[in-house]
């Protein structure tokens, strides 16, 4: 059975950054057909998809937030992290990671979300 | 990057229609279209792959259909639990855009 859950802070300034994690079971980030990814998604809004990280450790980006994102992963851990920098009170969103398989190319198993509001 | 604009942005019905979803990409996408279902407070869930394709699970009154740039999302005879907003999302290359969703309300 596969899981996904993100965790970090609720709350963060502008200008700081964001950190956050997202913990899975239920399968291995040690193989290509295999990744996760973190999309946002802003209140009232639509999703956007920001960074994925496969088990080769080869990543994407959004190229619009490129200069800001950092997918990293520990998979010893079972753990993918998502930093995001110099945060702003656009970027309040729930943030979600996801689980993808090469098989069908699509998110199949997604977390619960973690709402980040970014206020002074 | 791939634009994918779907309509209505909302869609009023009653339980038992039918309805019928459309999402238009800016470029050709193939078939490489998906469709999700988010209710208020949840994560989506997969519900189509690659246009026409069920997600494991997923009952047979949703189908999709399409290629190229236009797609539809069809529900056969709507039932109370899908009262939701809809997305697509493609896969032909990254970044994979989502749609802008199509909120489906009573």
């Known amino acids: 059975q596969i899981t996904l859950k993100e965790s970090g802070p609720t709350l963060v300034k502008p200008t700081e950054t964001l950190s956050l994690t997202c913990t899975f079971s239920g399968f291995s980030l040690t193989s290509n057909p295999v990744a996760v990814a973190w999309i946002r998604q802003p209140p009232r809004k639509a999703l956007e998809w920001l960074a994925i990280i496969y088990g080769d450790g080869d990543k994407r980006y959004s190229a619009s937030l490129k200069s800001r994102l950092t997918i990293t992963k520990d998979t010893s851990r079972n753990q993918v992290v998502l930093t995001l920098t110099n945060m702003d009170p656009a970027d309040t969103a729930t943030y979600y990671c996801?689980?993808?398989?090469?098989?069908?190319?699509?998110?199949?198993?997604w977390g619960q979300g973690t709402l980040v509001t970014v206020s002074s | 990057e791939i634009v994918l604009t779907q309509s209505p942005a909302t869609l009023s019905v009653s339980p038992g229609e039918r309805v019928t979803l459309s999402c238009r990409a800016s470029?050709?996408?193939?078939?490489?279209l998906g469709w999700y279902q988010q209710k208020p407070g949840q994560a989506p869930r997969l519900l189509i792959c690659d246009a026409s394709n069920r997600a494991t699970g997923i009952p047979a009154r949703f189908s999709g259909s399409g290629s190229g740039t236009d797609f539809t999302l069809t529900i056969s005879s709507l039932e109370p639990e899908d009262f939701a907003v809809y997305y697509c999302q493609h896969r032909i290359n990254w970044p994979f855009t989502f749609g802008g969703g199509t909120k489906v309300e009573i």
């Open positions: 996801a689980h993808l398989i090469a098989s069908i190319y699509y998110f199949d198993y």
């Open positions: 470029q050709s996408v193939n078939n490489f």
